[in-house]
């Protein structure tokens, strides 16, 4: 063998041994988010095989797109098809999916706890539990079964242009203000587990009685967050109640003269279930795709692009937003919200439809 | 042509046979009719029955699982004790009636100028009138919103710099009757401008020698020959605003008027939705339009409407002197106000960079417009694959759906075959069911077909074809009733067979009326946005839900970009079909 032959042998000899540790390292290296492990090689290997994950959400569809970019950059070998719609349309996508023995989604989030439930307890939802379970707390997960993979904040808004000085709202009982009258934008209970979080909110601090007070102030009836802060921005209506996801768009991206209040009573937090459908096509590509979006990365893309609130303490706000910890947070277990949906339903629909 | 024997028993108890011919009528009764009659079952009447029966259930019928032992009223008795169904029954038919009321005068009277009169600029208004339908009514809402609101509508803004303070609001009952007008009168012009140009002069111009004066001849003469047109098209536009939710949704919220549309897609939003009560609802509406066919088909069954006969015929256009000047007065105020103002606003919005202010100052500062939604806009896959998607959606529909109108049309209007009322009856549901609604009775019972029509494009494309059929047949109806029987039967008396009749005779001159079903259903499948909300998937995705998400996301902006991209596209599409139009017209 000449000396040529011989070098070009070891060459390859020592590329080939070296190539599948090379291999490895990158698949380390993907896997490897801020420190968390998102999953096995095996994992991996098994989602890249698939190629595709059916993501059905509940947010934005431009949001989410450019939320998963980062997975895909992370991750080429598996694209993202985001189908965005809302809850109620969503679950009863998913429904009748499941029943036709057809189920398209892989990954779904809803904004509406009790519909997730209702999915767990029809065996719709597969058992996961991601490496980064733990970083959530007991309120903010069903252990095994879903956990918060976004959330958003409930809080009063005015227009700064219109509402100023002494008459600026501090506290959720300012919305009664006889001042704003005919000029407060809000929604009704039927919007969803959004607005359900609100008036349960506000029925345990101030009772029907305030209800009925704001009931009084002629509120302009949304269907939508956007209209509110639209509405709102606009000048149409001095003052509303929002998410603080519709309020970020106006305010931060639109520049709008809105300013958002924190009250001292609370603020509530709505939760967005993230779970793994049973019976969808790409079952691995799903548990990838969900163990990175409950990573820090993961939800350090979802409140920068979205100004949505990470239920994970290690995740900063958004540019812009006041860190959680400085916001006086008000939950309910998911128990304890089960127990108590249609009640409060009924109770405020007798007061405000 | 003998083409089947069968036994016969003879008087004197021996057997024979007896033989059966195949004859174009015995084809069209037991096999073409049947046939058509199968297919508009499946495409429409599944769904709608499907809907029909969740009405009476407590759990939706998902995949045709039906769980009868909860089959009650009780979802009936929920929708009629809601403290605010009356309001809502009265908004939504008050509303409906003056908006139809409205669109006829104006698209008839733009149609009557554009066709029959001396008007200056007739061209253009023929072809500016239908200009607001390449708005789809959520964009049309929205354009209207950032004009029309009281205190930040660019209107209001402007008229408030220079001193008058009008007050005006589009958060009205007016002012949403108003858009109704604005956004539907097009139907009605596109009906009647067809049969207008189709009906036969010879009877105006024998009225106007015997001494009859021009206001009589338009309304003894001229208006009943192009009433089937008239009620057609009023009773398409009348349904069509029962069951509309786009405007409603931007302008009614506003001033807590309550309309049954968006209760529907309320009760839909619900968790967990209401699906079966929002069915219900549905049924309450496909009733009242069963009614308002019934109704017109009595009103017009007795009457001949022939105009198109052997007889030659062009259309006669009344010459005005000065008060033509009033008319184009008129007519291109209309159009300033219906077309011109809002494609402004949408411009105006898809350029400045902040939409926030309360001065024409700040309104015409142009230090921040900006051509950066426009980059970002050319520059998204999403939404060049969601315009791919619609143009491929929008050709099928036309593809497939021009032919089975044309054919459910013919045979409605043009044959005595038995069961034909019954296809009329099928062809008209779509209209008065909700798009929202309709879309979950597509999902619950498409998905249960065996061919893997779910995820794909072409379940959108016939769940169109399906919504569409009302306007696509009776667009193509209200041409074929003008034509004269005598002309197909001069054919086949000369040894013509049916098809060469059909090829030669008919579909000529029928075509302006088939150009004006292309027009439509083009623009209506390139806008539509409800049917297709349960049915789409990331890769089937059409350019209207991508708006939709814009428009929830706050992002008015990139919203009025695509509301121009589509305006662009759609007025393309209506050129062209025009032109091809003329090209066929007497």
Redesign the interface.
Known sequence: MTFKRLQKFTMTAVLAAALPGYGFAQEADALNVDGEMIGTPELMAAACKEGEVVYYTAQSDGDERQIVKTFQERFPCISVSVVSAATGRLYERVKTEAQAKQTFGDVLILSDEVLAQNLVDAGLVRDWTPPSAAKYDETFKVEGKWYSGSGQLMYPVYNKNLVKGDDIPKSWKDLANPKFKDKFAFFPISVGGTSWMVYAFLLDHYGEDFLKELNTQSPKMFTTYNTVMLNVARGESEIGVSSSVNEYVVRVKQKAPVVPIYPAEGVPFVKFPMMLLEGGQNPSAAELFGNWYLSKEGQTALVNVRGANSARPDVESAPENPPLSEVKIWGLSNKVLRERYDGVISQVQKIIN | MSVATRLRTEPDGSTGTLSLRLTPASIAQWVLLPLFLLVLAVLILLPVLVLVVGSFLAE?P??F?FDLSTASLANYYEVLR???FAEMVYNTIVAAIIGTVGAVLVGLSLAWVSSRTNTPGRKFIEYSAVLPMMVPPLVGAFAWDILG????GMLNVLLRSAGIDMGFSIYTMWGICLVFVIYYSPYVFLFTNAALKNADASLEEAASMCGASRLRVILQITLPLVLPAILSAALMVLVLLIEIFAIP??LA????IKFIS?QI?????????K?NQASALGVMLITITVVLVLIQQKLTSKQSFVTVSGKGSRPRVMEFGWTKWIFTILSLTYIFIAVVLPLISLLYVSVK????F?SAEQMLDTSDFTTTYYSDVLADP?ISHSMINTLLVCGGTVGLGVFLYFAVAYLIHKTNLKGRRMLDIISVLPVAVPGMIIG?GY??SW??IPIGL??TLMIIILAYISQFTPQGSRAIGASLVQIHRELEESSRMSGAGFTYTLRRIVFPLALPGIFAAITLLLVLSFRELATA??L????T?VFSL?ML?????????YVAVLAILQVCVLLVIYVLGNALKHKYER
């Open positions: 939706p998902r995949a699982q809601d403290p605010e609101s009281p205190q930040s949704a931007v919220e506003t001033a807590n968006v897609w309320k009760m839909i939003g619900f968790a967990p939705p699906v960079g902040s939409l926030f309360s999403v979950l999902l619950w998905i249960s779910y995820g909300l349960f789409y998937t990331a890769k995705q991508v998400d814009l428009w929830l996301r706050g992002s008015t902006n």
